[in-house]
């Protein structure tokens, strides 16, 4: 089976919710991650196969999220687009399901992605169309509600949100309060001291952001590092729940963003003139308990170890680098105890969702593209993405670093 390399893989600045990238549609956001790959990346569009795209909340605004965004980016009208979604592990979804494309003859070159908008996340109301016809209307959240719907209610009983989860998983491991305010503070100062090295720099893409009166301003750094944060500073915020460990300063940011990449047969590289970035290896997802959704790593991870002829504790030891999302520290600590191993020195080295943001259907290609190229600046390696996801899933891949 043909290898699926992976190339000119490039983000957006991860901006805040309402922050600088609100007024950016989300078609808007993922057009400007497609034409970097493709200018940067000196593809021919026409050989373009496919688009494959992640958009966690989608909605008929913007219908068909990678037919959507190809279009818009100027691509040749011939090239199809999709979108799919796995919640949390959709960014990466889309790159193993390209993978899957070219390794098995369907496609030579395909153009994955991911993009959120979670500041333009709207408000609906399911009972207008046939029973309101007067009186009061409730609208829902749509990011709310998406939380609180992640399981079916019926077989799993009612869970309040992620952050419930979070909570169950630091019971369940006896995590503390002050453990979680101090890898999240360490989150943060790896990200920015990250950004003071000029470490984002080969990754990121600009957004140009229009403005009523004046010049567009140029959105290019990550809106949620606080270079500040420390554990003492952390400690003074409030916690979500009464009693418990997560506070705003411990959990991920909600965060508008795009990334994408090309994904293309290895034998086709060389005579489209592309240079990989690096290789998709082996991935593998499954299911955990959604109360406990932060633990889908665990279970990821021993699958994809399972299907590659080892165990979870040699695979990771086998890892140059480890790319963990951060939903909530204490769930990132909890995956850690599941695993039996804690070498921070390789693990989140750049920062992650605490402190670089998650733009849900986004996450999974930013931290494939930040992997690689950190992988670079070592001279190489291998690197595992993973992540929990929410709803009581997991998914893991290995790259290869050309």
Request: proline share 5%.
């Amino acid at each position: 089976m043909r290898r699926a390399a992976i190339v000119q893989p490039l983000r957006t600045p991860v901006g805040t919710f309402g922050g600088a990238l609100r007024d950016v549609p989300v078609e808007d956001l993922g057009a400007v991650a497609v034409r970097a790959v493709v200018e940067r990346s000196g593809v021919d569009p026409e050989r373009i196969d496919d688009v494959v795209f992640a958009q966690s909340y989608a909605n008929s605004e913007v219908p068909c999220v990678g037919r959507w965004v190809a279009l818009h980016a100027g691509l040749p009208e011939h090239v199809p687009g999709m979108q799919l979604d796995r919640r949390c592990g959709g960014g990466l979804q889309s790159l193993v399901t390209a993978a899957m494309m070219v390794q098995t003859g369907a496609a030579n070159v395909v153009l994955a992605g991911g993009v959120e908008s979670m500041s333009r996340i709207e408000y609906y109301s399911a009972a207008v169309r046939w029973g309101a016809r007067a009186g009061t209307v409730s609208l829902y959240d749509r990011l709310d509600r998406g939380r609180e719907r992640s399981q079916p209610e019926a077989r799993f009983g009612p869970i309040s949100g992620m952050v419930e989860t979070a909570e169950n998983l630091a019971s369940d491991f006896g995590l503390t309060r002050e453990a979680a305010d101090a890898y999240a503070a360490r989150s943060h100062q790896r990200a920015a001291a990250a950004w003071k090295q000029g470490r984002f720099d080969a990754e990121l893409v600009p957004v140009e952001v229009p403005q009523r009166r004046g010049e567009p301003v140029l959105v290019s750094r990550d809106e949620g590092v606080r270079p500040d944060s420390t554990a003492a500073s952390l400690a003074r915020l409030r916690t979500v729940m009464p009693g418990g460990t997560v506070t705003a300063g411990n959990a991920s940011q909600q965060n508008d963003a795009a990334a994408a990449c090309l994904v293309v047969a290895e034998d086709a590289v060389e005579a489209l003139g592309l240079e990989p970035l690096g290789y998709l290896d082996s991935w593998a997802a499954a299911g955990c308990a959604p109360s406990r959704m932060g633990f889908g790593p665990v279970p990821a991870v021993e699958r994809l170890a399972a299907r590659v002829g080892t165990d979870t504790r040699t695979l990771l030891d086998d890892m140059t680098l480890v790319e963990l999302n951060e939903a909530f520290a204490v769930q990132v600590l909890a995956v850690l105890e599941g695993w039996g191993w804690h070498d921070h020195d390789r693990l989140n080295v750049l920062g992650s969702g605490i402190s670089l943001g998650h733009p849900i259907g986004a996450t999974g290609v930013r931290m494939v593209t930040t992997l690689l190229h950190e992988l670079r600046r070592r001279g190489g390696g291998r690197g595992l993405a993973t992540m929990c996801i929410g709803g009581g899933q997991g998914m893991a891949a290995v790259l290869e670093s050309a």
